[in-house]
């Protein structure tokens, strides 16, 4: 028997917030017991299963690990847009002429993600 990912656990300092934040950007929800001050919190949405977990330690180094994000119903451009609008920062912008790339943001504390295309997208070439 094999094991399978029961979700992604991210350490932060403020787990409700944070995963808040990735609750709306995944257009997912938090467990119906998370609180704000709690130790943890739980999002669960259709991309995947993410455990938010309070350290002291801020994050000092770039992630060894990182999700990348492919809009399902609105281009890279639109959903780079809305992630910011939501309070990602841009982290670093490797987007091409020809439409090809991707957009390396930061959500609110500080972890690195990308948004690639969408599907819709990769298939115009």
């Known amino acids: 028997m094999t094991s399978l990912i029961r979700h992604i656990t991210v350490d932060c300092t ?17 467990a119906d017991d998370d609180f704000p001050g709690d130790p943890e919190a739980s999002v669960t949405s259709a991309a995947a299963a993410l455990l938010f977990v309070r350290v002291d330690d801020r ?6 690990v990182h999700l990348d994000l492919q809009p399902q119903d609105r281009s890279r451009d639109e959903e780079v ?16 002429p020809d439409g090809t790339g991707w957009v390396t943001l930061y959500d609110p504390e500080g972890n ?12 115009k070439g």
């Open 81 to 96: 847009e809305r992630l910011l609008s939501l309070g990602a920062t841009l982290q670093g912008d490797h987007r091409r």
């Open 59 to 64: 994050k000092a180094v770039k992630n060894r």
């Open 14 to 30: 403020d787990p409700y917030a944070l995963a808040g934040f990735w609750a709306q950007a995944l257009n997912g929800s938090l």
């Open 112 to 123: 690195e993600f990308c948004v690639e295309r969408s599907a819709a997208e990769r298939l």
